[in-house]
């Protein structure tokens, strides 16, 4: 391990490796920070100018891509409530009410800083437990799969704003959304009206940008201002890593749900950073600030889905089984350079696997770096007049949703959402958990159904594995804690309020 570390150190820090690593995190800073245009999409646009390059640098290349893509979500997220990518989404509630509130750059300052400090956590993770977290990841069947998405369900009750029952009726609309089009398990049809139109589905993508981006340029051009509803100048001078140390507990726990997360196959950023937020609220003395212009729910959603990143490398290098999409991507980066993922590449390769994960940390000091640079120009977006903006945002999700599959229904399925997003909210629905519905719901119902064809139809496979047993636990305390924390506090309120006579 020693030789290959050293033959790492010697070949990642080549000057020519280090400056496509710029290159590809400006690429991913800026295509990540555009609506509609997935980090997957990145990736995949880069991947042909790879072809013919050392192993290496092609390799680094696009992992620079993939993590800033990442972190680039957030920038829409927080200036103009349009998530660049799925798993920012979970950032724009609060993120955006800070930019509202005059803190734009505290909040793309706690972005930066936890997005990197989750990224090098996942990459030392990756340096030093792939092979055990894999063996871990491999556990995983259709029960854990179930019972993860609905430990993830649970967050509705965190998301539903002042009423539960609406929040309810959204998720149960986004489940029954993300049925719509051919059944995964027996191919048939469902809920497609006998139109070509439905049949491939509705997409994550297409739904997103209709629900924060498109709903929000509707809401801000009702009100009527020449500029974006925003308060205070742009306050990054001095944000710095004293200031990310009260959230040092928040970061870290979301960092490893991140990496724990993206350690499993077929998961995500999306999941994991709801997750982060759903936790961070849980354990927090003031949870109804969350949504509401709250730092901590920025660090824990930036922490959690960009966790992900060096976990989801995981399972692609140990095992050959791509963590998410756009490990699929880099999976067929590597057979194109005639490396074949798995246990042999360790053996045969391990040089330029160390060189890799290295890498990727180093990939992470650097995202740091160029962001900070030009962290102040992100921030100048808030000042652009909404006659200008607001068009040029639009056009972006737009060509965006035609890009994400080629197609005029996706557009057509982003206007709707868009108009779906305004409406709603006005009448007290959060359109958080028809997101998370979206998300969640095709795990949940695929993994549901193949768990009980495992079992005959049995629900006992679920109590019968150790892992599912966990999260099913998880989802008991979850669902149990507020309730018990609730109760407490309704009792205490009347003592508190008797005053003893003199």
């Not at 993206?262 to 927090?284: D, H, K, W, Y």
């Not at 660090?299 to 990143?309: F, I, K, L, W």
Request: aromatic share 8%; with cysteine.
């Amino acid at each position: 391990m020693l030789d290959n570390v050293l033959y790492a150190l010697t070949h990642v820090f080549d000057l020519k490796i280090i400056l496509f690593m710029i290159l590809g995190v400006v690429v991913g800073i800026v295509v990540g920070g555009m609506p509609g245009l997935s980090v997957t999409i990145a990736v995949a646009l880069i991947l042909p100018f790879t072809f013919g390059m050392d192993p290496a640098l092609s390799i680094l290349m696009l992992l620079a891509v993939y993590c800033s893509g990442i972190y680039g979500g957030s920038i829409g997220a927080i200036l103009l409530n349009t998530p660049g990518t799925a798993a920012s989404a979970a950032t724009a509630a609060d993120g955006f009410a800070l930019t509202q509130k005059g803190k734009t750059g505290q909040a793309l300052g706690m972005s930066l800083y936890a997005s990197v400090i989750a990224g090098l956590l996942s990459g030392v993770v990756l340096l030093f437990v792939a092979p055990q977290i894999a063996k871990f990841a491999l556990g995983f069947g259709p029960p854990e799969y179930f019972t993860l998405a609905l430990f993830g369900l649970t967050i509705i009750a965190a998301v539903s704003g002042k009423s539960l029952a609406k929040g309810l009726v959204m998720a149960c609309l986004g489940i029954l959304i993300s049925t719509v089009g051919i059944d995964p398990i027996n191919g048939n049809t469902r809920l497609t009206f006998d139109t070509m139109f439905l049949m491939a589905g509705i997409s994550l993508i297409p739904a997103l940008l209709g629900l924060f981006a498109i709903s929000e340029i509707l809401k801000q051009s009702q009100i009527g201002i020449n500029k974006l509803s925003v308060n205070g100048d742009v306050d990054d001078n001095g944000f710095g890593w004293r200031n990310v140390i009260p959230f040092r507990k928040t970061i870290l726990k979301s960092s490893l749900i991140g990496v724990i997360i993206g350690a499993i196959p077929g998961t995500g950023g999306s999941i994991s950073s709801f997750l982060a937020v759903n936790e961070a609220r849980r354990v927090s003395k003031d949870p109804d600030s969350y949504g509401k212009g709250n730092l901590d729910g920025v660090a824990a959603s930036e922490a959690g889905n960009n966790g992900t990143t060096g976990a989801t490398l995981i399972p692609m290098m140990t095992l050959g089984i791509p963590g998410d999409v756009v490990t699929a991507v880099l999976l067929g980066a590597l057979l194109i350079q005639g490396l074949q993922p798995g246990p042999q590449l360790f053996q045969n390769h391990g040089g330029l696997v160390y060189t890799i994960m290295i890498g990727f940390i180093l990939v992470n000091i650097i995202l740091f770096i160029v962001a900070k640079l030009a962290i102040k120009q992100f921030a100048k977006v808030s000042r652009v007049p909404a006659s200008i903006l607001f068009p040029i945002v639009l056009v972006c999700c737009l060509v965006g949703s035609f890009a994400y599959d080629n197609s005029m229904r996706s557009v057509w399925f982003a206007l709707f959402f868009g108009i779906v997003g305004y409406i709603l909210p006005k009448y007290g629905y959060s359109v958080v958990p028809m997101l998370i519905g979206i998300i969640l719901g095709p795990l949940a119902e695929t993994s549901l159904r193949r768990s009980l064809v495992l079992s005959n139809e049995s629900l006992l496979i679920f109590f019968q594995r150790p892992i599912s047993l966990f999260f099913i636990i998880l989802i008991v305390l979850s669902l149990v804690l507020p309730l018990i924390k609730k109760f407490r506090e309704s009792k205490e309120k009347p003592d508190d309020s008797i005053s003893l006579p003199k």
